[in-house]
């Protein structure tokens, strides 16, 4: 976690430095990875101002408060994006719990033989269906599973001519199966 802080319209203070620093080094435990956390503090007339931005780990919060102490702003918008944070982790959290149960493989009672078709028992226990995927390059696979939000996409790759599948791994990355 690497903490910038800039002072605005108000000298530089060791002691506010610190104290920001100390406040803000408790959201480590909310990303896994590395994170950029911009402070500015900032006095105008008798407001102080506190605004902090968050990036990195895929994440991005932002928060600014206003008080009459400095210190109390600090902590005002530390709460603030400690907030914020913890519903991420949440939605993160419920996000894979509901892949996870998606994954589940339910197992179900073999049909009972009677005068149909294979084809036809084996429909009633594997659910059909139907893609339509269309010649696109790579990048513009992953620019669709953004926005469809979907854990994978088929798509025929516009170089190679094959179908390819684009999935989300359990890490968060993308991965790429080619035939």
Known sequence: MRINITFRHVESSDELKEYAEQRLKKLKKYADGPMLV????????????????????????????????????????????????KKYRDKLKTRSKRQAAARKVT?????????????????????????????????????QLQVLGEDFIVFTNAETNKINVIYWRKDGTLGLIEP
């Open 107 to 143: 197992t179900r009672p073999a049909p009972e033989i009677s005068n149909k078709t294979d084809r036809d028992s084996l429909e009633e226990i594997i659910q059909v269906e139907k893609l339509e995927y269309k010649p696109m390059s790579v990048e513009e696979a992953v620019a």
């Open 38 to 85: 911009n402070v500015v503090l900032t006095v105008e007339k008798f407001r102080n101002t506190a605004e902090v931005v968050i990036s990195g780990d895929g994440i991005r919060a932002a928060a600014k408060e206003m008080h009459e102490d400095m210190k109390a702003a600090i902590d005002l918008v530390s709460d603030k994006i400690e907030k914020q944070l």
